[in-house]
C-alpha cells in the first residue's frame, strides 16, 4: 500500500505537470467548493464501507458515551488551540526570517481555520482500514457535523481575532451530504435488498470481501486527482509548502498521540480508540479552503495553507492507520 500511495502521489504530481489544461478543467468542476471529481471518487471510497454496516450497531454506539465524550473534548476543546500554538510557533519563531510578517499571518490563518474544521467523510476510510468500529465512526460523524454548524464560526473568529467569520453553509451541507448522505442511504437499501435476496452468509463470503478492492482503488485515484489538481504549486513554491507542511504534520501526530493514549487510560476497545483519534487528526478541508477563500482569497496565503493540508492528508492519515493496526495488541 505505501508503494502504491507513492507511486500514485508521483503520478498526480506528473500529470499535472504534463497536462496542467486538464488539472485546470478538473479544478473548475465544482459546486460550493467541493471538487465534482473527488466527490465522485469518495462516494466510491465510501459506499462499499457504507454497505457493510450493521446498522444495530450505530444504534449500540450512540449508547456508549466515553468515545463520543473524548472525541468531542479532542476535537473542540483541544486541537483548535494546538493548532494555533503551532502555526504561531513556526509562522512567528522558527520561519521568521525566511519569510515576511504578512505572508506568516495569512499562512497562520489558514491553518487555524484547518484547526477548526475536524474531519467528517473520509474518517469512514481511516477507521474502515483500522478495523474500526463503523458504528461509533458513523456516530461520530454525524454529531461532528452538527457541532460544525454551531463551534465552527465562533472559535475560528477567536483565534483569528475576527469580529465575524463566514460560514459556509452551502460547502458543508453538500459535502456531508454527497461524501455521507448519499452513500448512507444507498448503503442502507441496498444491504438491505441483499440480505432479503441472500442470506449474511453470502454477503459476508462472497459479497463483502470484494468491496474492499473498490475503496482501495478510488482511494489510489483520489491521490492521484488530488495531486494533479497542485503538481503546479508544489513546483513552484516547494520551500513554502515544506514550512507549512511540516508544522501541520506535527499537529496531526500530536493530537493523535493525545487521542490515542487517552484512548487507552480511559480503557476503551480498539474498535473505538481508532477512530476515535483519527477523526481529530483528520481535516474538513472543503471547509478550510471554502472560509480562507472568503476571508482573504484566492491566491493568499491562507487559501495556499489549507491546500498543503489538502496534498498531506491522505498519506499522513495512512500512516496513522498503519500505526493503529501495528499496536493494537495495546489495548484489551
Not at 75 to 87: D, E, L, R, S, V
Not at 195 to 203: A, N, Q, T, V
Not at 222 to 250: E, W, Y
Request: glycine share 6%.
Amino acid at each position: 500500500m505505501t508503494l502504491w500511495v507513492a507511486i500514485c502521489i508521483m503520478l498526480g504530481i506528473g500529470l499535472g505537470r504534463a497536462f496542467p489544461k486538464i488539472s485546470d478543467v478538473l479544478n473548475r468542476i465544482q459546486y460550493a467548493n467541493v471538487s465534482i471529481p473527488i466527490a465522485v471518487c469518495l462516494f466510491f471510497m465510501i459506499y462499499p464501507i457504507m454497505v457493510q454496516i450493521d446498522f444495530k450497531r450505530v444504534i449500540e454506539a450512540g449508547k456508549t458515551p466515553k468515545p463520543v465524550a473524548l472525541t468531542l473534548i479532542v476535537n473542540w476543546g483541544i486541537k483548535p488551540f494546538t493548532m494555533a500554538f503551532f502555526a504561531w510557533l513556526f509562522m512567528r519563531i522558527i520561519w521568521a526570517p525566511f519569510i515576511s510578517s504578512d505572508l506568516a499571518s495569512e499562512y497562520t490563518a489558514g491553518m487555524i481555520l484547518l484547526g477548526v474544521a475536524p474531519c467528517t467523510a473520509m474518517v469512514l476510510v481511516w477507521s474502515y482500514l483500522s478495523k474500526g468500529n463503523m458504528g461509533h465512526t458513523l456516530v461520530m460523524v454525524a454529531i461532528n457535523s452538527l457541532t460544525m454548524l454551531f463551534l465552527y464560526a465562533p472559535l475560528g473568529g477567536f483565534l483569528l481575532g475576527v469580529a465575524s467569520i463566514p460560514v459556509p453553509w452551502e460547502t458543508i451541507a453538500f459535502s456531508v451530504g454527497v461524501y455521507v448522505g448519499v452513500p448512507l442511504v444507498l448503503g442502507y437499501f441496498s444491504r438491505k435488498e441483499i440480505l432479503k435476496r441472500k442470506d449474511l452468509d453470502w454477503f459476508e463470503n462472497h459479497f463483502s470481501p470484494n468491496l474492499k478492492y473498490i475503496s482501495i482503488v478510488a482511494l489510489l485515484i483520489t491521490l492521484i486527482v488530488l495531486f494533479s489538481l497542485q503538481g503546479d504549486v508544489i513546483f513552484q513554491q516547494p520551500a513554502i509548502i515544506g514550512m507549512i507542511a511540516l508544522p501541520l504534520f506535527i499537529q496531526t501526530m500530536f493530537i493523535f498521540s493525545i487521542a490515542y493514549g487517552l484512548s487507552i487510560k480511559m480503557k476503551l476497545k480498539y474498535e473505538d480508540a481508532a477512530p476515535t483519534s483519527q477523526i481529530g487528526a483528520s481535516n474538513h478541508f472543503e471547509v478550510a479552503i471554502a472560509v480562507a477563500i472568503m476571508l482573504f482569497g484566492l491566491d493568499s496565503g491562507a487559501a495556499l495553507a489549507t491546500v498543503v493540508g489538502v496534498l498531506i492528508e491522505v498519506p499522513v492519515m495512512l500512516a496513522l492507520v498503519k500505526i493503529c493496526l501495528s499496536t493494537k495488541h495495546w489495548f484489551k
